[in-house]
T-cell receptor, first 115, second 108 residues
Framework: NAGVTQTPKFQVLKTGQSMTLQCAQDMNHEYMSWYRQDPGMGLRLIHYSVGAGITDQGEVPNGYNVSRSTTEDFPLRLLSAAPSQTSVYFC??????????????FGNGTRLTVT | GQQVMQIPQYQHVQEGEDFTTYCNSSTTLSNIQWYKQRPGGHPVFLIQLVKSGEVKKQKRLTFQFGEAKKNSSLHITATQTTDVGTYFCVVYGNKLVFGAGTILRVKS
């Protein structure tokens, strides 16, 4: 099983550029989510989805868009990159929403630098 | 809103010494999860605690959930170099909240 696959692993953008971080899972998980991880801080939720066609905002959604057209895929779009978006991004999935206590399965992460 | 404080922020131990990290919540928790993240890696689920006073063991790791379900601890006995990484707790109130993590470094 591949689990959760994120691409790319590394990305450098110039301010104002847009890009999409890809996330795919092959575990038939209903719940998918995106986080950013910054030094000294816990993971912060950007957007999440409880199923195909359903998305919602997390703690830090500004500057990011998501869609969930299939159960497997949950791409994260940066509309106009800013230096403040320099971070490590993780995608995670779970068999059910966190309130039910299902463990999160994380992808390997994308290290993004915005200059 | 739901907050969780994790201490210490950083700990550097000699190989063979014990290590403990704590998560403290301002409110009663329904459950708590613990994850480990190796340097440069991604978080990996270790365990979930649900019951008041629950104690679970995984080899040299011991996880405890407080009687009041407001705090939890992760204890590693006789640390090894393979234990290095960041350990963090995750709780759910009205949203998922991650502790900031405890970075463990082990001197061999």
């Amino acid at each position: 099983n591949a689990g959760v696959t994120q691409t790319p692993k590394f990305q450098v953008l110039k301010t104002g550029q847009s890009m999409t971080l890809q996330c795919a899972q092959d575990m038939n998980h209903e719940y998918m989510s995106w986080y950013r991880q910054d030094p000294g801080m816990g993971l912060r939720l950007i957007h999440y989805s409880v199923g195909a066609g359903i998305t919602d905002q997390g703690e830090v959604p500004n500057g990011y868009n998501v869609s969930r057209s299939t159960t497997e895929d949950f791409p994260l779009r940066l509309l106009s990159a800013a230096p403040s978006q320099t971070s490590v991004y993780f995608c995670a999935s779970a068999s059910s929403p966190p309130i039910e206590g299902s463990p999160l399965h994380f992808g390997n992460g994308t290290r993004l630098t915005v200059t | 809103g739901q907050q969780v404080m994790q201490i210490p922020q950083y700990q550097h131990v000699q190989e063979g010494e014990d290590f403990t990290t704590y998560c403290n919540s301002s409110t009663t928790l329904s459950n708590i999860q613990w994850y480990k993240q190796r340097p440069g890696g991604h978080p990996v689920f270790l365990i979930q605690l649900v019951k008041s006073g629950e104690v679970k063991k995984q080899k040299r790791l011991t996880f405890q959930f407080g009687e009041a379900k407001k705090n939890s601890s992760l204890h590693i006995t006789a640390t090894q170099t393979t234990d290095v990484g960041t350990y963090f707790c995750v709780v759910y109130g009205n949203k998922l909240v991650f502790g900031a993590g405890t970075i463990l470094r082990v001197k061999s």
